[in-house]
């Protein structure tokens, strides 16, 4: 199919845009959490990320949706920078297209319960995931 990537071609472009993205997640927070002070208690370097993983998020799926490019080279530049990197910095960009993608196509009920199911079940799991590994002895 026209462009499609191999299975292989696109795993190597996720797991490069990953590490990148990785990479800079651990540099922006290092820096971000310099520039809060080691006193100061709020998550501004996640908040960050996750700002800035959401707006390049979305410029790049306006980039994409313009349809300048096309074949191969969209499907790569999707898999390298919005799943690989913007993945590795921010799973949050992900999550805020799929939602703005939700409530552009008129499904505001499934965009909310989709937020609503995502921080719920997030956060039990986290506690859920928390207290079993505290229970283990």
Do not use: C
Not at 46 to 59: H, K
Not at 89 to 98: G, I, L, N, Q, V
């Amino acid at each position: 199919m026209a462009g499609e990537l191999s299975p292989i071609s696109a795993s190597l472009n996720v797991a490069l845009g990953g590490a990148v993205g990785a990479v800079l997640r651990y540099q922006t927070g290092r820096a971000v959490s310099h520039l809060a002070g080691p006193d100061n208690a709020f998550p501004w370097a996640t908040l960050s990320v996750n700002i800035v993983g959401s707006l390049a998020m979305g410029a790049l799926l306006g980039w994409l949706a313009r349809g300048t490019i096309g074949g191969q080279t969209a499907e790569t530049m999707r898999l390298l920078v919005g799943v690989g990197l913007l993945g590795g910095f921010t799973t949050f960009s992900a999550f805020s297209a799929e939602l703005v993608t939700m409530l552009h196509r008129g499904q505001a009920g499934l965009a909310f319960g989709y937020a609503a199911a995502s921080l719920i079940a997030g956060m039990a799991a986290m506690i859920v995931g928390l207290v079993a590994a505290q229970s283990v002895s």
